[in-house]
């Protein structure tokens, strides 16, 4: 695996305001328990990397993919093999701690500040020109997790409303779901955002570097398609240690819930698909299909106007 060139004094300043950033905001105590529960998550990390590194072809697995469509379960999947464990490039951690919009943009040095780890990276990064070619160079190959537009929206109000620091936080509170949407499709908002992000992957991967994964195909049978991941991968893994972890991870062993039984308040509301169906007016389904359609047509959904 090729990396840029080395960038130590760089990386080492950006740590340290890294840590300014965040006794400013976190205070000290808090700042302190972080710092220890830091190093010693790296510190086990980078053991597991020096025992386990000779059982995988790659040592990083990057996910990307839209808020609340998948990729947060993907990493978690990804995190929990043997060995593997969640970070993120500093900059990243830096921009959310100054309270700024974190587009998870690519750069030089990013993946560099990782190696010597076993590490899984979620990002919402956009499949720009720019953060397609930096990937390439990286010859890593790449996950790319997408969920039905029509759902994502919807699965979005619910987090925001949750959210009070998100920038749309009023919109959610003050407007209902279908006004909502409405306010994100007539305005232009979601092709700008969700659209983009998907248009954007699709036209700018590697086809022979990444993987496109739905999250409904995730949603309808988690084994057989993560193992489709893992073997793109070329991660040897066993279908029992698969099995353990994909249940670790499933709706209902983290909610308690069974599928479809809805609690605004969680993170994991209902563990379906398809609710667009029954929350989209008439309106609402002739303004997406002029603005979105192509991209159901591409990722193989179900036309927003059949039966109309």
Partial sequence: MWFPQTYKASYLLARFRHLIVMHRRLGFLFLTKMVVLGIRKRSKNRLNYLLKKHQYPQ??????????????????????????????????NQTYLQGEINEHALYAGAFEELSGKLVVVKSHSYG????????????????????DPRDTIISQYWHIRRTPYHIDYSLATQYSLQDYIAQKLFSGSFEKTILT????????????????????????????HWKRILSFLKFEVDDRTVQE??????????TGRKP??????????????????????????????????????ALGYEPTLLGL
């Fill in 59 to 92: 040592h990083l697995v990057y996910v990307a993919g839209l808020g609340n469509s998948g990729s947060g379960w993907m990493a978690n999947l990804h995190s929990s093999l043997p060995g593997f464990a969640q970070f993120s490039p500093v900059k990243w």
């Fill in 128 to 147: 720009t020109l720019e953060n397609a070619t930096l990937l390439k160079a990286t010859g890593l190959k790449y996950i790319i997790t997408v969920r």
């Fill in 197 to 224: 992000w998907i248009r954007g992957w699709l036209q700018n991967r590697d086809p022979h570097r990444s993987i496109i994964i739905r999250y409904e195909d995730m949603l309808n049978n988690t084994h057989f």
């Fill in 245 to 254: 972890i994909v249940d670790l991870h499933s709706f209902e062993r983290k």
């Fill in 260 to 297: 479809g039984h809805e609690d605004t308040s969680q993170v994991q509301r209902t563990g379906i698909s398809g609710e667009w169906k029954s929350v989209f007016s008439r309106s609402l389904k002739h303004r997406f299909s002029q603005c979105g359609e192509d991209v159901i047509e």
